[in-house]
């Protein structure tokens, strides 16, 4: 699945959304300087975002796709695994990753992050979670449960953000057990987006779940949420919370 995204980054970089500029506020001001590690940087998009509050930017990204249209934002990126790759003795103010984090073993990336970063240098994973009204999770859940009902998991049943918790005290566990930064914190950031219906038809290809259904269960899906969106006038409001662990580095040993 984590190689699947790079199918079409197009399409990635256009319809997933971007993060809080209060959260990237909050990364900045919390760490000593401007240099930032984005790992898992896919196509750029929170690294565009550190870009424009003033950071200078290095994007490290395993899929050679994603990296290609980062590059073409002109982000600066090297292709590799974030365990496997080689910092050549650069040191980083900040380290954080975009809904990329859980890809990354989380002892051995807290560690790798540790040894690129600066005393006091700041590492922050953080998800974009649905928070969708009562209105919204029925209808969609109505269509999963009718046209993929084989689905691991409704995405619609449990609010989205207490999926994601497990993935932010998997991070906070990985940054404790690296043995060299403070306690981590959480931080969560609220915001709404309205979508027409075009635009969460076009996102929804792009969302982990789906990239791997047959093209005639994509299509179905699509067809069935796009009726949904109609029935509430062909546009609504999706709530998000933008959940982060963070936590600083320690001197160095």
């Known amino acids: 699945m984590a190689e699947s995204f ?78 496997a790759w080689d910092p050549a003795g650069r040191a980083f103010d900040a380290v954080v990753a975009g809904q990329a984090w859980h890809w990354v073993n989380p002892v051995a990336g807290a560690a790798k992050a540790a040894d690129v970063l600066r005393p006091g240098g700041r590492l922050a994973a953080f998800w974009n979670a649905f928070q969708p009204s009562s209105e919204v999770a029925e209808a969609f859940s109505a269509v999963y449960r009718r046209v993929v009902p084989d689905l691991p998991r409704n995405p619609w049943v449990i609010p989205v953000r207490d999926g994601h918790a497990a993935l932010v005290a998997r991070a906070a566990d990985g940054m404790r057990q690296a043995g060299a930064f403070g306690d981590p914190e959480q931080w969560r950031f609220d915001w709404e987006r309205v979508y027409t219906r075009g635009e969460w038809l076009d996102q929804l290809p792009t969302q982990g779940i789906h990239t791997q259904l047959s093209p005639a269960k994509l299509e179905a899906l699509l067809e069935g949420i796009g009726a949904a969106v109609d029935a509430m006038g062909g546009n609504f409001t999706m709530g998000y919370a933008t959940v982060a662990v963070t936590a600083a580095r320690t001197g160095v040993p």
């Open 6 to 83: 790079g199918s079409d980054p197009e399409r990635y970089d256009r319809s997933r959304p971007g993060y809080p500029e209060a959260m990237v506020a909050a990364i900045v001001a919390a760490s000593p300087g401007p240099d930032v590690l984005d790992v898992g940087c896919g196509t750029g998009i929170a690294a565009r975002q550190f870009q424009a509050a003033g950071c200078r930017v290095l994007g490290v990204e395993v899929d050679e796709r994603m990296a290609e249209l980062a590059r073409w934002h002109g982000l600066e990126v090297e292709v590799a695994a974030f365990e």
